[in-house]
């Protein structure tokens, strides 16, 4: 067993975006969506939770539009270093997006299976104006699920990352950056 490092940033074998680059890119990304939604319709962001809140929380401070926020709670890594293939909704009731737009934010894309789950349900069981997707980070990978993405932050290669909302068995999302999670924090026991 590896003792406890007292830097969360010690786990990290290297950093792949500090927080000054992430904000920035947030702060383009805000601009592109509300330039986007200029058109007046009534926007709504939902957050995939966990991961998504975090980036949420930016970006919406970034969107020069009235702004609702909702959620989604719903796991497929179970815990794990990879989806379990199985999206599971934590909630019974969608968020009430009827005639608006939308835009689902999620921390990372992956297998493409979560995000996918989350767009067909609200968009076969809500009934929304434009439905649109955001995620912070795209990982360059086959996806197990079709889908399309209207707004990246950053594209990163197939490494186990971790911080600003991205986590390993519930850890690590305080991170103000994002890195590279180092091999022996991912195989420790908890």
Do not use: C
């Not at 592109?32 to 929380?57: K, M, N, R, W, Y």
């Not at 608006?100 to 767009?119: C, K, Y």
């Amino acid at each position: 067993m590896i003792a406890r490092s007292l830097s969360l940033e010690d786990h990290l074998e290297r950093i792949l975006f500090d927080q000054t680059t992430i904000r920035t890119r947030i702060a383009e990304m805000g601009a592109q969506i509300t330039s986007d939604f200029s058109d007046g319709g009534e926007l709504t962001v939902v957050a995939v939770l966990q991961g998504g809140i975090l980036f949420l929380a930016d970006l919406v401070r970034e969107i020069r539009l009235p702004v609702r926020m909702d959620s989604v709670s719903v796991a497929s890594y179970h815990g794990e270093r990879q989806s379990s293939g199985r999206v599971d909704f934590h909630q019974r009731d969608l968020p009430d997006i009827d005639g608006r737009d939308v835009i689902v934010v999620d921390d990372i894309l992956d297998s493409g299976r979560t995000l996918s789950a989350v767009m067909g349900r609200l968009r076969e069981e809500r009934n929304p104006r434009t439905l649109r997707s955001a995620v912070l980070l795209s990982k360059k990978v086959p996806r197990a699920a079709p889908i399309h993405v209207d707004y990246v932050g950053f594209e990163v290669e197939d490494e186990f990352v971790v911080g600003y909302g991205l986590d390993y068995r519930g850890e690590y999302r305080n991170l103000s950056m994002i890195g590279v999670l180092k091999h022996e924090w991912i195989e420790r026991t908890s």
